[in-house]
T-cell receptor
């Protein structure tokens, strides 16, 4: 059973436009959420995170929104750049004290020049 | 800082052979994680260690998989015997858990192909 789901395997946007990547989770005990970015032939790298006590966290062009009632979070990239083309993984922490993360399947973002 | 080091980067083997993947975590990190990436399931956590002790191995698919961490700077993931369905990219990650910080640092991965 997939506790963290990214239902869109891929997304294509034009350079300069907004990219919105979505993630849903089922476990109400999740209280910390992260986004990782992965380029081909490299390991995932941390991008941005949000605690469940917040509904928004912003870092430059990247903003993560959390809707706890809907068990949904999204990553907004504005404006999108060709260098943002990568696989984006959503992850959730299943317990405050373990450091363990549950990852989604990933969404491949392509930003066209 | 060298980051998380994994070896080999690529491995091609035949079904039935033993495969050993290696990982050196970032110095000072007390958590080490092994993941497998597939198209269908994304990043699956196989097992993780805290201070060299296995904490949760519920993600290990079968008895054919085993992992060890003999010291703070080295871990192995072994598959014996290997099967074609084990073909995937295997990642090692490490973290230093301070309070609620769960950021993990990933290695470049080992791409395994079992023929």
């Amino acid at each position: 059973d997939q506790q963290v789901k990214q239902n869109s395997p891929s997304l294509s946007v034009q350079e300069g436009r907004i990219s919105i990547l979505n993630c849903d989770y089922t476990n109400s005990m999740f209280d910390y959420f992260l986004w990782y970015k992965k380029y081909p032939a490299e390991g995932p790298t941390f991008l941005i995170s949000i605690s469940s006590i917040k509904d928004k966290n912003e870092d430059g062009r990247f903003t993560v929104f959390l809707n706890k009632s809907a068990k949904h979070l999204s990553l907004h990239i504005v404006p999108s750049q060709p260098g943002d083309s990568a696989v984006y993984f959503c992850a959730a922490s299943d317990h405050g004290n373990t450091g363990k993360l549950i990852f989604g399947q990933g969404t491949t973002l392509q930003v066209k020049p | 800082d060298a980051g998380v080091i994994q070896s080999p980067r690529h491995e091609v083997t035949e079904m039935g052979q033993e495969v050993t993947l290696r990982c050196k975590p970032i110095s000072g990190h007390d958590y080490l994680f092994w993941y497998r990436q597939t198209m269908m399931r994304g990043l699956e956590l196989l097992i993780y260690f805290n201070n060299n002790v296995p904490i949760d191995d519920s993600g290990m698919p079968e008895d054919r998989f085993s992992a060890k961490m003999p010291n703070a700077s080295f871990s192995t993931l072994k598959i014996q015997p290997s099967e074609p369905r084990d073909s995937a990219v295997y990642f090692c990650a490490s973290s230093h858990f301070r309070g609620r910080t769960e950021t993990q640092y990933f290695g470049p991965g080992t791409r395994l192909l079992v023929l």
